[in-house]
């Protein structure tokens, strides 16, 4: 991973400024929250004392049957079909170890009073009410009041159909009815029963009772105070509820009894959309624990969310929750309504706010932009110093590779960064001592072998001179192969001076070269053929283009460097092997390619192979007479040659592993200006 990837990995640090502000945002949104929520429980409050001072009638306490509003056209037959919509608000009125055995609904519309009974029941014992054994069959028992007058009923029927009611009571008063008719429906689960009542005789308390005959029991039917929405008590909420506002009045069961205001609308189409988007934003990152629109929807006659339950047991409580509309949030609070110390109902007022997620929407978008322009400032400013700092260490290793260019020659000149005052000056002032050093040392050794040569002259004169002394005199046989041995080491020894002091001067040789435009490919033809004869049984190929190739440089120097190449080429090539010299001509100059069948190069020798004293041949027996042994120093004089012609030499393994392919990159010597005339 690169310096400036990671300077930008950590840029990204930075994103902890966004996200410490969005917990302030959130922070900052739910102190304004508990401000709106304070104001609408004081507003509730308000409106709950002005509902006292006017004495309005709170619902009665304990249990009560809810009279809905009757969702369409009632007919009485029996069937649940025109009550489905109430069914999920059906009242359980069964035995207290069995309250879901009888269940009961009830509505009203313009033309009377409607119930519902729905038994679960599976066994059949079913007579007619006015049969004397319908005490003791399966039937229904009916108690109505309205003001001081209670009458009782008995729903029975033999037989699926229309059934008259038995009245068990006087029936001398007309305010309740005295003649009920009803339809009676049943099935494998059990059996429905359904009347209507004139809403002239709608009765102000009702009880039903069931008697199963499998199952025997005191039948219970205490009446229970009927609720209903009232239009004058909605009225009166209306009176004293803030604009904008809803209010519900909420019976001791979570039946809405009065309802007055209305939430705004949608918002227009435009206005609507940017609504929504922010809406969006709000509820994803500010609000994401919003309550379920539907537990608070206007058109449930029963609510039953938390908050509700908490206000009718006793405690205020707060609830936002989405709009139905989507186009916002709204805040609920109830509070309960107390009569002589006990609860009667609940006071549930709700205010849509709009203003709450525009603040914090503006906040969080301010907040977004403020460190978004940060983090690109940070990443910019830090991707700036990281590029600048890659360029300078760079520059740094591309001074450094130089500096050990051309196999091991250390170029002295001045390392960039040598004066700054930072680490990387550090780094560079200690670069810059290394080299010093390792050029010294480099120079040292590359004059050693002329210093030698130079020094070991005259002790190699002497042990000659020695020797020939030693032959003049009278030596007994048993020393003459010690004389002998020893005049063959101090020769062998001066073909090492020699050897040493030839490089020597084609070191000096090389620099003082002249030189000139010359036929490359001509000169490397000539080479191959007079090569043939010497690398003989091996076999010898060409690869010479018949067009000239021109090169500015030494000619005698090029044919040095071959002969060389193909000298060692010779060494390591079997008897039955093969050696390949190719001429390339290159955009930038001329390449010379000698390769040869025979041992790969050690990889880690492929580099050092062109230094100086340098060699891979196996040390060779030293009997008396053998020539010099091999000192590494051709193709270190190779590697001079192709300097001077400011190219490079390389060597390396071919491809196949059957050999070694050496290179000399020629591009020619500079050429010398001429002398200005007198």
Known sequence: MSLRVKLLLIALSTLALPLAGLLFVRQMEELLRQGQEQTLIASARALARSLEVLKADLPPSGPALYVHRAPGRMVVDGYGDDWAALMPYAQPLGPPNDPQKLTVLLCADDDGFHLFANVRDATRNRVDASDPRAATSDHLTLTLVRGALTRSYRLASAAPGRFDALTLSDASDNALPTVLEGAWQEDGSGYRV????????????????????????????????????????????????????????????????????????????????????????????????????????????????????????????????????????????AIPLTAAGEVRGALLLEQASDTLPLLTNRA??????????????????????????????????????????????????????????????????????????AAGYTDYLRTLASKLSHELQTPLAIVKSSLDNLDHQALPAAAQPYLARARGGAERLGAIVRAMSQASGMERAIAAAEAEDFDL??????????????????????????????????????????????????????????????????????????????????PAMQERLFDSLVSLRPPAPAPTGEAAPHLGLGLYVVRLIATAHRGAASAHNLADGSGVEFRLLLRGMPRRPLAGGG
């Open 194 to 333: 359904e009347l209507r009542i004139p809403a002239a005789q709608m009765p102000d308390k009702l009880g039903l009772g069931v008697f199963d005959s499998a199952a025997p029991a005191t039948e219970t039917a205490e009446p229970v105070p009927l609720l209903r929405a009232t239009p004058a008590l909605s009225q009166e909420l209306a009176q004293f509820a803030p604009p904008g506002l809803r209010v519900r009045l909420l019976s001791g069961d979570g039946w809405v009894i009065a309802a007055a205001g209305a939430l705004p609308g949608p918002a227009p189409q435009p206005q609507a959309r940017r609504r929504w988007l922010e809406n969006l934003v709000y509820r994803s990152l500010l609000a994401p624990n919003l309550s379920d629109a539907a537990a608070f929807a206007p058109t449930r006659p029963r609510l039953e969310a938390t908050e509700v339950w908490q206000a009718l047991s006793g405690v205020t409580a707060t609830a936002w929750h989405r709009s139905a509309t989507d186009a916002g949030v709204v805040l609920a609070a």
């Open 364 to 437: 969080l978008l301010s907040l977004a932009g403020a460190s978004l322009l940060a983090l690109l400032l940070a990443g910019g400013t830090l991707f700036a110093f990281a590029s600048a700092l890659s360029l300078r260490i760079r520059r740094l290793r591309d001074a450094a590779d130089r500096a050990m260019r051309n196999s091991g020659n250390v170029d002295n000149a001045a390392l960039p960064l040598v004066a700054a005052r930072d680490e990387l000056g550090d780094l560079a002032r200690s670069f810059a001592r290394l080299l010093n050093e």
């Open 521 to 602: 490919a001509a000169v490397v033809r000539g080479c191959v053929e007079g090569y043939r004869p010497l690398v003989a049984p091996r076999r010898l190929d060409g690869e010479v283009p018949d067009t000239p190739l021109l090169l500015h440089g030494a000619p005698e120097l090029v044919a040095q460097a071959l002969d060389k190449l193909v000298d060692n080429a010779r060494g390591f090539t079997p008897a039955d092997g093969w050696i390949r010299i190719q001429v390339r001509a290159r955009d930038d100059g001329a390449e010379i390619v000698v390769a040869n069948r025979g041992p790969p190069l050690p």
